[in-house]
């Protein structure tokens, strides 16, 4: 219980009187300071009891005394203590009269108590306090890391809110709430999604104040370095004391421990899933799954995907990379599921993901696809669904779709939608543009010249399958000018048509140019 002028007044060997402001004792005391200046304002902090026999003081003059008074309350001080049967034998009426007006209590302290008394009984009173703050701090930790061992981390929240007279809630690193207390706390939680997405931005540590002062809410960030796991929200209707500072601070460090694997465990679960990984793309999936045991077993036992994503650029080199941006969603989207999942970097820009086809992670894959390129900073390929045995296949199909994804400038491409789908898409490249715009370039400057019209009779005959007299007709000429015609194309390009590799090509060449000429 803090210090109070009222536990002064009622420390029987001062011998205070209170001679104004009686209903302000509850006034908290920080320090007991001892000034005769006319105006010590510039030497106060607030909170103080200030100790004057009014030596350079007219303490009969109202006026005067009015002005000191207001300027002393203007500067928090919480009272002042003054000194009988020294300057003044009794208590001029002046200074009451101003102390009654400002309401600031003003003590009588007789000519036998010294100021070092009062002085010595306000340090002794405060050091008890803090002593009595920092045991119920320690206490707050015992009990809060015997909650974090036996219970977890909702047990640490519930008993945090307890200590604070408050409430309180965890973040995870994607910002969403997965642990409040009391019950009621969670919805005032969830409506600070926006502060805690602006505390995730900073790197931790990283620390807030949001709400007024009926409810004031602390926000800590949970993490090392750059990296942010979590986020803690402590709601209080006033600043912390000393003991609940102590109970939050084991809080953090605390529910930091169980949110941040040590470096040394999250390196060597990353060779593991690399092992187990590099086993099922070399057709042992037996080893794998030995390898694997109870940390990954049950994903190698049912229909998985793989996912293969790769680092765009960041625009902002002070923001965490794309990647790991990607990689703690995934892990928070399994973890939220119960899921396992398999991530292995390779190097800093790819991420290789195996995970459970139709379940959290797939999910949270195909909401980060949703995504604009530029503002996701990744390319994401992702596999049909399929077991332990045709695993290198799917790692292929992923390569295969995360290609197109570039090409596309699209955040995600899924390989169903490959297969499925038509294969023109995929003549946009502009390499081959370029092997098209070569091969029918001498037939363009042909026709440029006003000397037939080898293209169009090239595509009639092609979407005619080599009927010469459908592809005529189409055209609107004899058959015999039309094969008249292709023989121009066989000189021109040096290559028979008979050759259905020929025909093949051309057919593409001319789906990829279109109707446009090559450029010159």
Known sequence: MPLTLASLVQHSALKLTVRAGEDRLDTPVRWAHVSELADPVPYMEGGELLLTTAMTLDAENGEAMRRYVRRLAGAGVVGVGFAVGVNYDALPQALLDAALEEDLPLLEVPRRTPFLAISKAVSAALAADQYRAVTAGFEAQRELTRAALAEGPDAVVARLAAHVDGWAALYDASGAVVAAAPDWAARRAARLAPDVQRLRERAAPATAV?????????????GTGRRVRGALAVGTGAPLGTAERYAVHSAIALLTLTTER????????????????????????DHARTVAGELYGGLLDAPFRLVVAEAGSDPDPSAEPSLAVLGDTLETAAARAGEAVLAVPEGDDRLVVLAADGGAVVAACEAYGEKDAEEAGAFLGLSAPTGPIAAAGAYKQAEQALSVA??????????????????????ADDAVRAFADGMLRA???????????????????????????????DLGVHRHTLRYRMRRVEEILGRSLDDPDVRMELWLALKATGDRPPSP
Do not use: C, I, K, N
């Open 443 to 473: 037939l363009y400057e042909h026709d440029a010249t006003g000397r037939g019209d080898l293209v169009a009779s090239l595509r009639a005959w092609l979407s005619r399958h080599g009927q010469w007299d459908a592809a005529a007709a």
């Open 262 to 285: 040590s470096r040394s465990l999250q390196a060597a679960e990353q060779r593991l899933g690399a092992a187990v990984l590099r086993m099922l793309l070399a057709g042992q999936p």
């Open 406 to 427: 570039r090409r596309r400038g699209r955040t995600l491409v899924e390989h169903e939608e490959l297969a499925a789908g038509s294969l023109l898409p995929l003549l």
């Open 210 to 222: 949001v709400g007024g002062t009926d409810d004031r809410v602390e926000l800590q960030s949970l």
